[in-house]
């Protein structure tokens, strides 16, 4: 599909770790319709080197930058508005991680500082990319900010531990920040609400393919899958999208719109 959507647009994806992740189908997809962009994600993940692979692919060149560091973000979109020739059109924020998670810490048991981290990561560097691009004003007029999140902000899904709280504040953020944008400079800022999907993060969560199932069969579309949320990405860093903001749009095949479904019911009535 080349419909050159983002013809002559300019940005910055972060979170692409390997193939199966949402920010690495959204580079190729970007990079498809014409955009030009940096990649980048935190040191650490730079060192597993399949992200050098996929900046050939897409001609372009990978910026290291820890999102919870104010110094990184500032470093980052300087560079990178030397390397792209001026101001960005999108921003995906495409970053999620929590240490209760991967150690496995129930809900009624968080390790606190961990928690913190969790948040920092996963939502409070959202805001960060937000107010150093407008401290630093790195966004174009009726530019593009973008950000994932899970329908656990708004349902308890018990397995989400402290990421639930994550991500009902990034999605806080991107109401509280859009609004401030939107009267700055006429930037729009939105998160994606996406089905669970088969990524490094994802799968990282307790139960994964239990809910992963229930959802897929919940959902009259089924789960929407990776590459599906990275052309929604796309439309929304298309000028398709521009009055679109401070949304949290649900991308999940009408799972968040569905009582119970008849695959579902089949399971549950001799019980
Ligand atoms: P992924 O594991 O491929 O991507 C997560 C990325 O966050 C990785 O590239 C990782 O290196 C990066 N990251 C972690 N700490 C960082 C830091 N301090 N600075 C910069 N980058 C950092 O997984 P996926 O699924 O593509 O995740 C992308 C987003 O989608 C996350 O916000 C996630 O919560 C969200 N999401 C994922 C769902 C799923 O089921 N996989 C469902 C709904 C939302």
């Known amino acids: 599909m080349a419909e050159n959507l983002l013809k002559g647009k300019v940005g910055i994806i972060t979170g692409a770790l390997d193939e199966n992740s949402i920010a690495w189908k959204t580079a190729i997809k970007a990079h498809e319709q014409g955009a030009k962009f940096v990649l980048t994600n935190a040191p650490i993940a730079m060192r597993m080197g399949a992200i050098k692979e996929l900046a050939e692919q897409c001609g372009t060149i990978v910026i290291p930058a820890d999102a919870t560091s104010l110094e990184d973000i500032e470093k980052l979109y300087a560079e990178a508005k030397e390397y792209l020739g001026g101001n960005f059109d999108f921003l995906l ?10 150690k496995g810490r129930s809900y009624g048991d968080l390790n606190y500082d961990w928690a913190m981290k969790s948040y920092d990561v996963s939502a409070i560097s959202f805001h960060k990319m937000m107010q150093v691009a407008e401290k630093m004003d790195v966004m174009k007029e009726w530019s593009s900010i973008m950000g994932l ?9 018990p397995f989400y531990t402290d990421m639930a709280d994550a991500k009902a504040l990034l999605e806080s953020i991107a109401r509280g920040y859009g609004y401030r944008f939107g009267k700055a400079k006429k930037v729009r800022v939105n998160t994606i609400s996406q089905s669970p999907t088969k990524t490094t993060a994802g799968t990282g969560i307790g139960g994964f ?22 052309d929604y990405i796309i439309t929304m860093f298309s000028d398709l999208t521009r009055y679109v903001t401070m949304q949290n749009l649900f991308h999940d095949g009408g799972y968040s719109t569905t009582g119970i479904s008849e695959e579902l019911m089949e399971q549950f009535k001799d019980l």
């Open 93 to 102: 924020h495409s970053i999620g991680m929590s240490p209760n998670i991967r």
């Open 149 to 157: 999140s899970y329908i656990a902000a708004q349902r308890v899904f």
């Open 209 to 230: 393919d239990a809910f992963f199932n229930f959802a897929d069969k919940m959902s009259p579309l089924g789960n929407a899958s990776a590459e599906a949320c990275a």
